[in-house]
């Protein structure tokens, strides 16, 4: 297998750590399996993939995010309220994904360079978010696309054009609507041996203890993501609950803002930034905390909420895509999508029950341990290069 994901060896991001573990768990059932992604002008990256998985660096300048620090950046001496936010939100969303688009389209081009006299080398190749790629890909090799978020139906001839399209959660639900069985389901997987529930390291490393009422957040810190409103939200909470504890694990370009914001709370040490976890250590950052909180302004099935019901910690997300799937089980709380008042109300009717947030977060326990795991992930990915892609053993 060839795996073609442009920063698979770049980010700790949740669609970054779903091809590490898949494919940690396919080459454990005895394939082969290289990855492809960027790297510096040196072939440098700095996150090294697991052993198992052999690393093709694409070289040269690479940014995904190109100008989004600067956007958070302006956004910090402008005095904007909750009604003004969502006129910013549209430009600044709109300047990302467009920045998105090219830095897909630039690894596309790059890749079919690349791999011209190459593609004889693999019997099925695994193309992450990028159909136009993926079509192209399926010209020369069977193909398998996953998608991370929902497509419109007018991209439907091109998603037609690969052998087979994968998704999850949201996105899932939205393109089989339109393309029928033509998409499967490739469900994510959690470590169970890692996130359970189990004691808690890092309240006394960090000098707060069990009457601190923790609030976390683990995951990229960009637009998308929402973890600015996170930190606005916050600074009206603490406000009026004094023991309340702020700690996000995450870096981005939103991080300067949020620092910015947070400055007095971070000084006080009410807030702390952990930047970089291995994800082998990030079941002793869930365990911390009372409450995870996922303010995304669009989510398809997220990684760290899954990863924080299994350790038994409920949430609160924004009311969006997959957020919704997993209130259903009853593990967590919503809130009104891109508001800092709504998500400010509805941290302080949660953290203030403590009965409650301990029911919800052994539901979400209970729901994902033996439903979701690696191997069956990786089994299932090997079914569908089976049935759909011709490719067996």
């Not at 359970?196 to 609030?215: I, M, N, Y």
Request: aromatic residues 8%; hydrophobic residues 40%; charged residues 25%.
């Amino acid at each position: 297998m060839l795996i073609l994901q442009s920063e698979l060896g770049v980010l700790r991001g949740g669609g970054e750590n779903f091809t590490r573990n898949l494919f940690t768990a396919v080459a454990g059932r005895g394939h082969r399996v290289a990855a492809a992604f960027v790297a510096d002008r040196d072939g440098r990256y700095p996150i090294p993939l697991p052993s198992c998985i052999e690393p093709i660096p694409i070289r040269g300048w690479w940014s995904r995010k190109l100008g989004q620090a600067t956007f958070s950046s302006m956004r910090r001496h402008l005095p904007f309220q909750d009604r003004h936010r969502p006129s910013w939100d549209r430009v600044q969303e709109a300047i990302c994904w467009r920045t998105i688009r090219w830095h897909s389209r630039r690894f596309q081009r790059r890749i079919e360079c690349e791999f011209t006299h190459r593609w004889g080398d693999f019997d099925a190749v695994y193309v992450h978010g990028n159909p136009i790629l993926a079509s192209r890909v399926a010209r020369h090799r069977p193909a398998v696309l996953r998608l991370t978020g929902p497509v419109t139906a007018d991209l439907a001839p091109v998603l037609r054009a690969v052998h087979a399209v994968c998704a999850n959660g949201d996105a899932f639900a939205r393109i089989h609507a339109f393309l029928g069985d033509h998409a499967v389901n490739l469900p994510i997987g959690i470590d169970e041996r890692l996130f359970r529930p189990g004691p808690d390291s890092v309240r006394p490393a960090l000098g707060w203890t069990d009457q601190h009422r923790v609030v976390g957040y683990v995951g990229r810190l960009t637009h998308l993501k929402g973890a600015d409103l996170l930190a606005d939200a916050f600074r009206r909470l603490s406000q009026t609950v004094v023991d309340a504890r702020l700690v996000i694990v995450g870096s981005g370009e939103e991080e300067r803002y949020i620092r910015s914001v947070l400055a007095d709370e971070v000084a006080r040490r009410v807030v702390h930034i952990e930047p970089d976890v291995d994800h082998e250590q990030l079941p002793e950052w869930y365990r911390a905390m009372d409450i995870l909180v996922m303010p995304s302004r669009y989510e398809n099935f997220s990684n760290a909420v899954l990863e924080g019901m299994a350790s038994g910690i409920p949430f609160v997300a924004s009311d969006v895509g997959g957020n919704r799937m997993l209130a259903e089980v009853g593990a967590g709380w919503l809130f009104a999508p891109g508001s800092v008042s709504s998500l400010a109300a509805c941290l302080r009717e949660v953290i203030d029950n403590r009965s409650e947030r301990q029911a919800r977060g052994a539901i979400g326990s209970r729901y994902v341990q033996g439903r979701y795991s690696w191997p069956v992930s990786a089994e299932r990915l090997e079914s569908i290069i089976a049935s759909r892609l011709g490719v067996r053993e």
